[in-house]
């Protein structure tokens, strides 16, 4: 199998090889990193049409898509994964709405075409990325994986079916799955390795820092007349690298023959749209212009996470927790995104080509 890598070579430990749809995306990517952390050998399977090549670092890239069930079944056979880690699909809440049908084939087709070909081979172990839009506008806060699921934009549907496609495969032929509902993703790598390369950038945190380093000029406060503390949105941010470890641990779970597993991957606590704002011009010592801009559509006003199933059953911890620090490695990220050199997180903004403004 020919493979479209350039660094194979960071496969270091020996342990099992895993499949990584949308392995070059912003949560798949620092998943590799923990993966190859933990010993496993991530080979990432991803079309690259929100990734970026230069994401894939620990493993063998695979260019191709969900929906090409022979080149799919191709890189299967050639590699042998023992599980599979699907974070491939569409995103972005406000899209689902205007182009459903898109969603429905990206995360609802493409599910079961990859599901065909894990069955076809004989893998029955998967991590699926599901989210908090499964809830729609919660009853009770924090949210318990418990309560109904009545999403509000046909994405959270989307996600919704894929659950219940794989809870009716476990039924009916043991199939061992985990979904791990994310609340929203935040921060970038640590150590500086990853950042969020979504294109175009449609969430709250990277927009706030970017406007906060002139590379736009505002960002757009989608509504102030909430039923919240201060009128805007609250969302339950999660560090990605937390959400990363979190899927380590999950796939451990189901190749150590574990039950199978639906968990909220948040930290708990809940910042309003202004409070992001006002973190990040903090952390960054620049002002954020904001413009007041009419409801999303598709936007509950609070999704708050319940992580207790996450930490009983997984021992996970969101040792990130603090907004302050998602924000802070956010800052870095959009610094390397950008090429503008970033030798700490919070100095003074320097570049190495021509200075924003
Ligand atoms: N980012 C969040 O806040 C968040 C929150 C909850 C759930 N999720 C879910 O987590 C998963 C990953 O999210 P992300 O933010 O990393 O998204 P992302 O867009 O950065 O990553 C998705 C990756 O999948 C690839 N891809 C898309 N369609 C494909 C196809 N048909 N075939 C092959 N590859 C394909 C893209 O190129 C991209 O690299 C998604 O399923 C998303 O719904 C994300
Ligand atoms: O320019 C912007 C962008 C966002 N927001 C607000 O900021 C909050 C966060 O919005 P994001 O777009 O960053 O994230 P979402 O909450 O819409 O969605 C994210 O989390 C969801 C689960 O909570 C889904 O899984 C989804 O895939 C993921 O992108 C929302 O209230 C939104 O209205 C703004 O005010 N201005």
């Not at 990584?20 to 050998?41: D, E, I, M, N, Q």
């Not at 043991?174 to 175009?200: C, I, S, V």
Request: charged letters at 20%.
């Amino acid at each position: 199998m020919p493979s479209d890598t350039r660094d194979g070579a960071r496969w270091t430990g020996n342990g099992p090889v895993v499949l990584v749809t949308g392995g070059a995306g912003f949560v798949g990517s620092h998943t590799c990193k923990a993966l190859a952390g933990a010993g496993f050998r991530p080979v990432v399977y991803d079309n690259l049409s929100n990734g970026a090549r230069q994401a894939v670092q620990w493993g063998p890239l695979e260019v191709g898509d969900l929906d090409d069930a022979e080149r799919l079944a191709a890189v299967v056979a050639a590699y042998a994964p023992k599980g599979v880690l699907h974070f491939a699909g569409r995103i972005e809440a406000g899209a689902s709405v205007t182009d459903p049908a898109a969603f429905y084939d990206a995360n609802v087709a493409a599910t079961l075409t990859l599901l065909r070909v894990m069955r076809a081979a004989g893998l029955d172990a998967i991590v699926f990325s599901s989210t908090a839009a499964v809830y729609g506008d919660p009853d009770v806060l924090p949210i318990p994986e418990t309560h109904p699921l009545h999403p509000v934009n046909p994405y959270g549907r989307t996600k919704r079916m894929a659950e219940e496609i794989l809870a009716d495969l476990h039924t009916a032929e043991g199939l061992r799955y985990a979904a791990l509902r994310y609340f929203n993703a935040a921060g970038a790598d640590p150590d500086g390795d990853l950042w969020e390369t979504h294109q175009p950038e449609t969430h709250l945190i990277p927009l706030t820092v970017q406007a906060a380093l002139g590379l736009r000029p505002e960002i757009a406060v989608f509504g102030t007349d909430y039923d919240t503390p201060d009128g805007t949105c609250v969302r339950d941010y999660v560090h990605v690298a937390d959400l990363a470890q979190a899927h380590v641990l999950a796939l451990g779970r189901l190749l150590g023959g574990g039950a199978p597993l639906v968990a909220n991957l948040g930290t708990g606590r809940g910042h309003s749209v202004r409070e992001v704002v006002a973190t990040v011009e903090r952390v960054t010592g620049r002002p954020v212009p904001t413009r007041i801009a009419p409801r999303r559509p598709g936007d509950p006003p609070t999704l708050v996470a319940a992580p207790d199933t996450a930490i009983a059953e997984l021992g996970w911890r969101p040792i990130h927790a603090a907004l302050e620090a998602q924000v802070r490695d956010s800052v870095r990220g959009e610094r390397r995104r950008a090429g503008l050199q970033a030798p700490d997180d919070g100095g003074p903004l320097s570049a190495s080509g021509s200075a924003p403004p």
